[in-house]
C-alpha cells in the first residue's frame, strides 16, 4: 500500500514549457516532504524539500507547492531543459522512515 | 558531502544463491536504509538500522535480513535467492538530527 500518490506516470514537455508533478498523502505524521531526482544509473539525489509549516518553496527553476488541508504537494519545473529529462520522486518522511511516491518520467523534448 | 558507496554496480546470481550486498557511508551517519527500487512502485524500505546492531523492518522484508556490526557499514543478506528478487537495491544514510537523507548509486541485482 502506497503512502504516498504521485501522478502523472510520465510526461513528455517541450524544452522552455513548464512541468507539473503532484503527489497527495494521508499520513498526518509526515512532517518532511523531499522530492529527488533520478538518471539513469544513479541514485536518487535530494532536488527540493518543504515542510508542512510553508505553502511554498522555490530553488532556481523547481518550485514546491504545498497544501496541508488537502494534503497535497506538488513539483513544478519552470523553463524545462534536456538536461531536466529524468525520474523524479516525490517523498515524505515519518520519524526516520522515507515513503516514497511511484516516480514520474520526465522527458523534455528539444 | 556524505558519501554512500554500494560495493558492486551490477550482481547476477543463481537462485538459491545466498547473496550480502554491502553499503558503506563515511559521515558517521546513526541511521541506514535498504530500499529496492522498481518500475511504477518507487523505492520500498527493506529494513533499517538505527545503531550498531539494531535494525527494523520495513515495509517488506520478507526473504531479506541484515547486518550492522559497524556503524559504517550496512549489509543486506538474501538468504536463498529467488528471481523475484531481481531489482535495483539502494542504500541510504541519514543522520540523528534526521538531515541529509542520502543514496547510494544502487546495486542491480538479476537472479536467473
Known amino acids: 500500500q502506497q503512502q504516498v500518490k504521485q501522478s502523472p506516470q ?16 494521508e499520513n498526518t505524521a509526515f512532517d518532511y516532504f523531499p522530492w529527488y531526482q533520478q538518471f539513469p544509473g544513479k541514485g536518487p539525489a535530494l532536488l527540493i524539500a518543504i515542510r508542512p509549516d510553508v505553502s511554498e518553496k522555490k530553488e532556481g527553476r523547481f518550485t514546491i ?3 496541508k488541508s488537502a494534503k497535497q504537494f506538488s513539483l513544478h519545473i519552470m523553463d ?31 | 558531502d556524505v558519501k554512500v558507496t554500494q ?7 543463481r537462485t538459491g544463491e545466498k547473496v550480502f550486498l554491502e553499503c558503506v557511508q563515511d559521515m558517521d551517519h546513526e541511521n541506514m536504509f535498504w530500499y529496492r527500487q522498481d518500475p511504477g512502485l518507487g523505492l520500498r524500505l527493506i529494513y533499517f538500522s ?3 546492531k539494531m535494525k527494523e523492518k520495513g515495509d517488506i522484508p520478507e526473504g531479506y535480513s541484515v547486518s550492522r556490526e559497524k ?20 542504500c541510504a544514510s541519514l543522520a540523528g538530527n534526521r538531515v541529509g537523507y542520502t543514496f547510494g548509486s544502487g546495486t542491480r541485482l538479476t537472479v536467473v
Do not use: H, W
Open chain 1, 65 to 67: 507547492s504545498f497544501n
Open chain 2, 7 to 13: 560495493s558492486s554496480r551490477y550482481l547476477v546470481k
Open chain 1, 80 to 110: 524545462s531543459q534536456p538536461g531536466d529529462s529524468a525520474t523524479y520522486f516525490c517523498a515524505a518522511l515519518d520519524d526516520y522512515k522515507l515513503s516514497f511516491g511511484a516516480g514520474t518520467t520526465v522527458t523534455v523534448r528539444a
Open chain 1, 10 to 25: 510520465s510526461l513528455i514537455v517541450q524544452k522552455g514549457g513548464i512541468s507539473i508533478i503532484n503527489c497527495a498523502y
Open chain 2, 71 to 90: 556503524k559504517e557499514r550496512f549489509s543486506l543478506i538474501l538468504e536463498s535467492a529467488s528471481t523475484n528478487q531481481t531489482s535495483m537495491y539502494l
Open chain 2, 50 to 52: 538505527y545503531d550498531v
